[in-house]
């Protein structure tokens, strides 16, 4: 079954440190996205690639990185610049034209930073 | 800037009971496209369906039926007859055009509204 896979499903690390979270797609996507989800909030954009090789920032790109090397592969990097980074990090892409595409979503990598 | 509010945070219904969730909208675009999502405890968010900005009818899929009103932006969500397994937290979205490829899209979510259905 086709799907996005993310992982790992929980993940802890120490303040200071970066940490990639991976995100796969065998949906033959062309976009994939990064949103970040806080408790009581909607969920936020941090990243979006529209083809291999590009990649634009969303709405809260600060202390976050990107790298979109393979049409199926779009890793994100929490660096330690990022003030807030304990969060749920959602990956997701989209088939067809614009704004009429649904998302679909992985699973989600929790990620808790003390 | 685009925004959409979803005033209910939680909302606790009996099972059997109908229950509404409330999704307003704003945006100066004169197309666009209106979503709902399901994130279960599991934490995916689940596609549960799209409206384009010219299509005004009522949509019914199973207990589940929305309501679109340009005139007061608003996309309402009924589910008729709730069951346990609808407890969910629940997203209404509005999309917009990202970039120049024309083949990304950025949704522009509400803060949810939890739904609890009991027993």
């Known amino acids: 079954d086709g799907g996005i896979t993310q992982s790992p499903k929980y993940l802890f690390r120490k303040e200071g440190q970066n940490v990639t979270l991976s995100c796969e797609q065998n949906?033959?996507?062309?976009?994939m996205y990064w949103y970040r989800q806080d408790p009581g909030q909607g969920l936020r954009l941090i990243y979006y690639?529209?083809?291999?090789?590009?990649?634009q920032k969303g709405d809260i790109a600060e202390g976050y990185s990107v790298s979109r090397e393979k049409k199926e592969s779009f890793p994100l990097t929490v660096t330690s610049a990022q003030k807030n980074p304990t969060a749920f990090y959602l990956c997701?892409?989209?088939?067809?034209?614009?704004?009429?595409?649904?998302?679909?979503f992985g699973n989600g990598t929790r990620l808790t930073v003390t | 800037a685009q925004k959409v509010t979803q005033a209910q945070t939680e909302i606790s219904v009996v099972e059997k009971e109908d229950v509404t969730l409330d999704c307003v909208y704003e945006?100066?675009?004169?197309?666009?496209?209106l979503f709902w999502y399901k994130q279960p405890p599991s934490g995916e968010l689940v596609f549960l369906i799209r409206?384009?900005?010219?299509?005004?009818q009522n949509e019914i899929s199973g207990r589940y039926s929305w309501n679109f009103q340009k005139s007061t932006s608003s996309f309402n969500f009924t589910i008729t007859a709730s069951q346990v397994v609808d407890s969910a937290v629940y997203f209404c979205?509005?999309?917009?055009?990202?970039?120049?490829?024309?083949?990304?899209?950025?949704?522009?979510f509400g803060t949810g509204t939890r739904l609890q259905v009991t027993l």
């Open positions: 997701a892409s989209t088939l067809g034209t614009v704004i009429s595409s649904p998302l679909h």
């Open positions: 690639s529209q083809i291999v090789n590009d990649f």
């Open positions: 945006t100066r675009d004169t197309t666009y496209y």
């Open positions: 979205a509005l999309s917009e055009a990202l970039g120049s490829a024309g083949t990304a899209s950025k949704l522009t």
């Open positions: 409206r384009n900005s010219f299509d005004e």
């Open positions: 949906l033959n996507h062309d976009a």
